[in-house]
Structures are given as C-alpha cells and as structure tokens.
C-alpha cells in the first residue's frame, strides 16, 4: 500500500524523483511524457469509473519498451488547500496504491495511463504522473511529468416538491422543487398536466431555484406537476398534485371556526352575568327583618248568638262587641274558629275601621 502523504518514505521518494530528473544530463531530453493533445481537464461521473491517459517515448528508440528500459512511475493528487496525496506507485516491479487505482496496462509498457474506479466526488483534484527511466547499467535516461485535471461531477440527487399556497379558486400558489445534492449545481424544469402539457419558462417558472408561481387558479388547472432536476451528467424528477378547490380556503374556515367559539364565549359570559344580577336583586326582598311587627288580625265574637225557642231568630246581637285591642297583637297570632251557631249562620264580614271601635250589628228575621 501507498504510505500516507507526509510520511517520510514518501517525501524521500520524491526527493529522490526530483534527483533523478536533475542529474539527467543530455540524455534527459531522451525521456518525454505524454498526454492527448488539448486534453487539460477530464469529466466523470460520481459512482463510475475514468481513465487518465498518460505514456512515454524515448528519441532514437522504438516505441515499444526495452528489455533494458526499468521505470518509476508514480501518480500524486494535488488539492487544494490540501498537501501531496501518492496515489498509485510501480517502483522495481512492485505496484501499490489504493484500491480503486490501477494501471491500465501491465509493466512493463510505455504507457502509464491510470484507472480509478468507483469515483467520488472528493477524488476531484490535479492529478500528476511522474516517470524515471534507467538503463540495465543504472544510468538514468530521463524525466518527465505530466498533469491532468480530474472534475467528478454529481448528477442530481432526486428533489423534493411541495406547495406553498391554498389552492382554492382566484388564489395564487407557488411549487417549489429542490435537490438537494449535485455538481454543477442543478436547473429545474417544470411540466404541466395532461392532456394539455406544457413546459413553463420565466418569468413563472425560475430555472435556478425551482420555483413555479401560478395566479387566478380555476379548476382547469388541477392536476399533476412535474419537475425535472438537471445537470450535464443526469437527471432526476419529483411531483406535486394540484386540487383547485372552490370552496372558501382553510383560512377562512378556521377565521369562521374561531369567531363562532367566541361568539358562543361571549354569550355564555352575558348570561351568567344577567343570572348574577337577578339574584342580587331577590335577595334584598326575600329578607325578613326580626323586629318587624306582624301585621293587625281581626278577633271573632264567641257565642254572641241567639235562637229562639220556635226555631225563628229573634234578634241577634253582639254580646261582645268587637273591640279594639288592647295591646299590640302577637306576631303571626292565628285565627280563632267561630262557634258552631255562628257557622250554621255566618255573619257578614265586618267593615274594617282604624282607630274607632265597630258598632254593634243588629239582624231582624221576619217569619
């Protein structure tokens, strides 16, 4: 395995690459490293796999390797910010690296182009082929380096939708759609409902954040809406289902909803108030002071009755006239009950006077 970037075999590795490519005198001009004309940054996708191209010829020598020829090749990764990573390294016949590097052809060969697989997006960086060439005498023949650019891009991760908005008759509502992961950052596409589709462009759909605004909604307008993440490497898609409702909205069914429970609040409060009030008006009239004097009762004369003897009533006269009370009467004093002569034949109810005393009633019966 490659030793981590820093350790000290790999910074005396590089020194010693750094040597080499110093003390190649004339012959160094021999060694030339190669890469495709132009080619200055190479694309790939996250997940897959990419070859960098890279070989080596020598002047005055046949394009195949010699049996003499033994090279050094060592791929590093620069990033920045970040120090020197070895990334794949063939020094005297033994090849280490990381797992996801190899080189495509088998060494000895001139070319030295190296895979990577399983690619990610922090694999992105300037990756550097450096290669030494020496003779079967020791002598070094050449160096050479060569750099290529590596761009991992990320196809849009699938975005979500949703809506923002009441989506009820002659309101305005907005759909949102965003993905939440890729490289170069994504554009978004927006697709109405069948059987009418169509693709919305600005000002009501915004390509960068994913938004698409529509006013005056009818139901015509109720459907599924399509939205479609994009980049140079892929592409991934999310829906939103639009219901134009033609009642009122949920706001205004929640305003109708409060306003009828403070309603209902407000009466009950009235009328625990008004039953409070009715009460505290009894009260005082109810009360029974216990100094207050009863009010005057007449008394009924007893026995005062006569009959004759021929069964024919003579006269009847009030023995014992009523007469004003001499004291103040007794609280609450009953009624006496008259005597059985004056039920059989009841007298009038007296005239009631305040202050003089009744006269005397005489009755005359003729036969």
Not at 35 to 62: D, F, I, K
Not at 110 to 116: A, F, G, I, K, T
Not at 149 to 155: G, K, Y
Not at 244 to 269: R, W, Y
């Amino acid at each position: 395995m490659v030793s981590p970037l820093g350790s000290p075999s790999t910074s005396l590795l590089w020194v010693v690459f750094l040597g080499l490519s110093t003390l190649a005198t004339p012959s160094r001009a021999q060694l030339e490293l190669h890469v495709p004309a132009g080619l200055v940054r190479v694309l790939a996708t996250e997940g897959g796999e990419v070859v960098l191209p890279a070989w080596y010829t020598l002047q005055g020598e046949v394009a195949s390797a010699q049996p003499w020829e033994t090279p050094l090749v060592i791929w590093f990764l620069e990033q920045k910010g970040e120090d020197l990573k070895q990334v794949l390294a063939y020094i005297n016949g033994v090849l280490s690296g990381k797992p996801e590097a190899s080189l495509v052809y088998t060494m000895p060969s001139r070319n030295v182009s190296m895979r990577l697989k399983d690619l990610r997006e922090k694999d992105s960086g300037f990756y550097r082929c450096s290669v030494n060439i020496q003779d079967s005498s020791g002598t070094n023949r050449g160096h050479s380096s060569k750099t290529l650019e590596l761009n991992v891009l990320v196809p849009p991760a699938p975005p979500s939708c949703h809506l923002l908005g009441v989506p009820r008759v002659g309101a305005n509502v907005t759909l949102m759609c965003q993905s939440p992961r890729s490289k170069p950052t994504a554009q978004y596409q927006w697709e109405g409902p069948p059987p009418s589709s169509k693709i919305f462009f600005a000002p009501v759909a915004d390509v960068i954040r994913g938004s698409l605004r529509l006013t005056n909604l009818s139901t015509s307008m109720s459907g599924v809406y399509i939205c479609t993440a994009h980049n140079a490497v892929g592409s991934a898609q999310c829906n939103v289902t639009l219901e134009v409702s033609t009642g009122p909205g949920a706001a205004v069914v929640a305003g109708a909803v409060v306003g009828t429970l403070v309603g209902f609040v407000l009466l009950a409060g009235l009328i625990l108030l008004y039953q409070r009030r009715g009460k505290a008006l009894e009260e005082p009239a109810n009360d029974i002071k216990e100094d207050a004097v009863a009010p005057r009762t007449l008394t009924w004369p007893k026995g005062s009755d006569t009959i004759s003897k021929n069964g024919t009533l003579s006269s009847v006269t009030s023995a014992r006239a009523l007469q004003p009370p001499h004291s103040p009467s007794r609280p609450a004093a009953l009624t006496p009950t008259p005597s059985l002569s004056s039920q059989a034949l009841s007298s009038p109810r007296l005239p009631r006077t305040d202050g003089a005393p009744p006269q005397p009633i005489h009755w005359i019966c003729v036969e």
